[in-house]
Nanobody, 125 residues
C-alpha cells in the first residue's frame, strides 16, 4: 500500500524549532519530487517548500525562506523539513506530497499524486 506519513508536528513557542518527517512506504521516494504544503484554518493550502528527486534542487516560499530547510535521505525513504524561528503565522496542518518528476520540483498541488494525512504545527506562547 502506497503511503506517506508525516510526523514531528506539535506545539512550540514562537522562535522555537521543529523538524517534520515524511516517510514513504509501498514505493521508493528516489524517483519523486517532494513538496511540503500547509493549510491554516480558513485559508487555502499553500506550498511551503519542495525538493527534487535527487535533492539537488530546492525551493522555498518567501514566507519561510531563511527559516526552513528541506532535505531528503533516499536511503531512509524519508524527507525532512527543518523549521526554525517559528512564528505564530506558521501555525497550520503540514502535508507532504510526492510528484513523479525527473527534474526539479513543483509548486502546483495537482502534480502531486501521493499525499500524507498531515501533521499539526501550532506556534503559540
Amino acid at each position: 500500500q502506497v503511503q506517506l506519513v508525516e510526523s514531528g508536528g506539535g506545539l512550540v513557542q514562537p522562535g522555537g524549532s521543529l523538524r517534520l518527517s515524511c516517510a514513504a512506504s509501498g514505493f521508493t521516494l528516489n524517483y519523486y519530487a517532494i513538496g511540503w504544503f500547509r493549510q491554516a484554518p480558513g485559508k487555502e493550502r499553500e506550498g511551503v517548500s519542495c525538493i527534487s528527486s535527487s535533492g539537488g534542487s530546492t525551493s522555498y516560499a518567501d514566507s519561510v525562506k531563511g527559516r526552513f530547510t528541506i532535505s531528503r535521505d533516499n536511503a531512509k525513504n524519508t524527507v525532512y523539513l527543518q523549521m526554525n524561528s517559528l512564528k505564530p503565522e506558521d501555525t497550520a496542518v503540514y502535508y507532504c506530497a510526492a510528484a513523479s518528476r525527473r527534474y526539479g520540483c513543483s509548486w502546483f498541488s495537482y502534480e502531486y499524486m501521493y499525499w500524507g494525512q498531515g501533521t499539526q504545527v501550532t506556534v503559540s506562547s
